[in-house]
Structures are given as structure tokens and as C-alpha cells.
Nanobody, 132 residues
Framework: EVQLVESGGGLVQAGGSLRLSCLAS????????IGWFRQAPGKEREGVSYISIHDGKTYYTDSVKGRFTISDVDAQNTLYLQMNNLKPEDTAVYYCAAELADKINLGAKPARYTDYRSWDYWGQGTQVTVSS
């Protein structure tokens, strides 16, 4: 069974940094893609960043390019989302998600992978709050 556990959220001032962690288990990493999504109150869940574990290719939504960095899985089966220069509009619950790479097809057009409904496995989320 695929399990994902996020941690690392918190309260930070604008311009600050946070590193989110996603501990993954129950999957063969080379077969999967990992995505980070976020959901602000009253808004739909949106994709932030994605990584193909097999080849290390990464993708970012425009609003976080140059500020956020997604990492590959490490020896502790953990992936990270490093978030720098945080803005109040980054405030949301952040989730990591997993899906079979062949199914989610990162980088393809149309970009189904940016739709949260295309991903089957989810963590419980971690709150990120950025104060102005």
C-alpha cells in the first residue's frame, strides 16, 4: 500500500523559507512520479511541482519557478520541497501525491498531470502560513 506522510509546514514571514518533507513507502520509486500540490481556503487544489523519479525531470507551475525546488528521493525514502522567498499567496495546505509514471505522464500535453484528480495517492497535508 502506498503511503505518503508530509511534514515541515509552519508559520513564516514573507521572504522566509521552509522545507517540506514527503516520506513515501509502499512503492517502487522508479515506477512513480511525485507531485506537490497546495490548496488554499475556498480554492481548488493546484499543482506546484512534480518530479519523475526514474529520470529526475522536474516541472514547476509558473508562480513558484525560481523560488521552489523539488528534490529527488533520498536514502530515507523522503522527497523535499524547498520553498524560498515565500509570499502570503503561498499560504495553503501542501500535499504530496504519487502516481505511476506511465499513467501520469509528466510533461505531456494536454497536461493531465497538473489536475489533482489524475493522482491516486495522497498524504494528509501540512499547513504553510506566510505572514505579510
Amino acid at each position: 500500500e502506498v503511503q505518503l506522510v508530509e511534514s515541515g509546514g509552519g508559520l513564516v514571514q514573507a521572504g522566509g523559507s521552509l522545507r517540506l518533507s514527503c516520506l513515501a513507502s509502499g512503492l517502487i520509486f522508479d515506477d512513480y512520479a511525485i507531485g506537490w500540490f497546495r490548496q488554499a481556503p475556498g480554492k481548488e487544489r493546484e499543482g506546484v511541482s512534480y518530479i519523475s523519479i526514474h529520470d529526475g525531470k522536474t516541472y514547476y507551475t509558473d508562480s513558484v519557478k525560481g523560488r521552489f525546488t523539488i528534490s529527488d528521493v533520498d536514502a530515507q525514502n523522503t522527497l523535499y520541497l524547498q520553498m524560498n522567498n515565500l509570499k502570503p499567496e503561498d499560504t495553503a495546505v501542501y500535499y504530496c501525491a504519487a502516481e505511476l509514471a506511465d499513467k501520469i505522464n509528466l510533461g505531456a500535453k494536454p497536461a493531465r498531470y497538473t489536475d489533482y484528480r489524475s493522482w491516486d495517492y495522497w498524504g494528509q497535508g501540512t499547513q504553510v502560513t506566510v505572514s505579510s
